[in-house]
């Protein structure tokens, strides 16, 4: 039996990681790629069935690359889980905290773990994904330099913790969306996004909202991204709780669609909880 191709964004010790064994369990066949925007076009082009990426964090909100994306790619949201962030800051062995002049890790991490980094003068470098960042620190092999990432990405490029739990919150959690090619409903599928863009003028926004109350529907979130090429013009992701084989909700879609310019169904899935 040939295995599930999934992709993550980065190498082995990233959060996407342990979001896909969460989601699909150790019976996968696990494709690591560099950049987020490869999980979509990974995804068109088929060599992998379904991506992982991260969305939300509960502490620093939305992850704003990440809806763009899902607007652009034709791609659906299938599921969501949840990881627990834990960030720990590493070096290579013998490496002291007076010893760092500059610490590597994916801009989020920085975000996330703003509190502790504000003690410190370190240059903070952006760099592709948290695990990426430790598994270039152990390549330097250079005591000045210092990562930001999980427990497991330290165990794996054999790199020691010189402070844990870093993160600002300590709830601190993200939210993982499981794309696929295709709009996947069934029975269990309880939550529905959305992105929209309605016309610049009073009340637009509010017709399509109406639609919501009307059929006593109960919206989860809504995000606006701008649109890029019209300037003060915005894209509304909106999720909602409901099956799209409902017929309230399918008529309540229809309506919706009508009032709108732009209407994109995202996905139909389970609601982690
Ligand atoms: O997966 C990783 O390790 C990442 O570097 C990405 C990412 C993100 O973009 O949010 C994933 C989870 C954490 O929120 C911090 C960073």
Redesign the pocket.
Known sequence: MSLLRVGF??VKG???EEALYNYFGEEVHTIAVKNFEDICTSLESGTIEYGVL?IE?SSTGA?SDVYDLINKYECHIVGETHVK?NHNLMGIKGCKMEDIEEVYS?P??FE?SKNYLNNYKWKLVPYY???KSAEYIMKQGNKKIAAI?SKKAAQLYNLDILASNINSNNTNT?RFIILGKKLMVNEDCNKISVVLSTEHKAGALYHVLKHFAENNINMLKIESRPRGNTPWEYNFYIDFEGNINNDIIRKALEKMSKDCHHFKILGNYKQFN
Do not use: D, E, L, R
């Open positions: 964004q980065g990233a959060f996407g991260p964090n992850i962030v994916h989020q991490a996330q994904n948290t695990a990432g993200t």
